[in-house]
C-alpha cells in the first residue's frame, strides 16, 4: 500500500513537470521569436496597405509582457514599423493572448503552437487589419 502511494505521488509529480515543460501549454515564452506572414487592410479605401511582415517577439523586465519588432518586407528588404509593448495571458491551454494598446488602436494577438494570428482594432471598434503569421524556424 505504501508503494502504491509513493508510486501515484512520484507520477503526479513527473506529470506535472512534463505539463509545465510541454510547448502546447503556453505561457510568455511560447509567444517568443521570429514570426513570418502576412498584415492585411480591412478598410478599403484607406492610407492602409496589405503587407509581408515579420515580427520578433522578445520577453522585456516586467512579468508577463513582451516587446513586438515589427517590420515589414519592402523590395526583399525588411524596414521597421516600430515596436509594440504587449501583456500575455495564458489561455490555460495550447493558447496564449498577446494584448498590445496604442494610442489609435488595440493588437490583439493569439499564438496556439505555431501560429500567431491578430487583428488591430481602431478606438472605435472597426476591425483595421488581419494578421496571419508562422514561427520562423
Not at 487592410?41 to 516586467?62: A, F, G, H, K, Q
Not at 494577438?109 to 472597426?126: C, K, M
Amino acid at each position: 500500500m505504501r508503494t502504491h502511494g509513493l508510486c501515484v505521488g512520484l507520477a503526479s509529480v513527473l506529470a506535472l513537470g512534463a505539463k509545465a515543460q510541454d510547448p502546447a501549454h503556453a505561457d510568455a515564452a511560447s509567444t517568443l521569436g521570429t514570426w513570418r506572414g502576412t498584415s492585411l487592410c480591412l478598410v478599403r479605401p484607406s492610407s492602409c496597405n496589405d503587407e509581408v511582415v515579420v515580427y520578433r517577439i522578445t520577453r522585456l523586465n516586467v512579468k508577463d509582457s513582451v516587446a513586438i519588432d515589427a517590420r515589414k518586407i519592402v523590395r526583399g528588404q525588411e524596414e521597421e514599423m516600430g515596436v509594440l509593448e504587449c501583456g500575455v495571458a495564458s489561455g490555460g491551454s495550447a493558447d496564449a493572448s498577446l494584448t498590445c494598446a496604442m494610442r489609435n488602436g488595440v493588437w490583439r494577438f493569439t499564438v496556439r503552437r505555431d501560429s500567431l494570428v491578430g487583428e488591430l482594432r481602431l478606438p472605435d471598434s472597426t476591425k483595421f487589419r488581419d494578421v496571419r503569421t508562422a514561427r520562423a524556424r
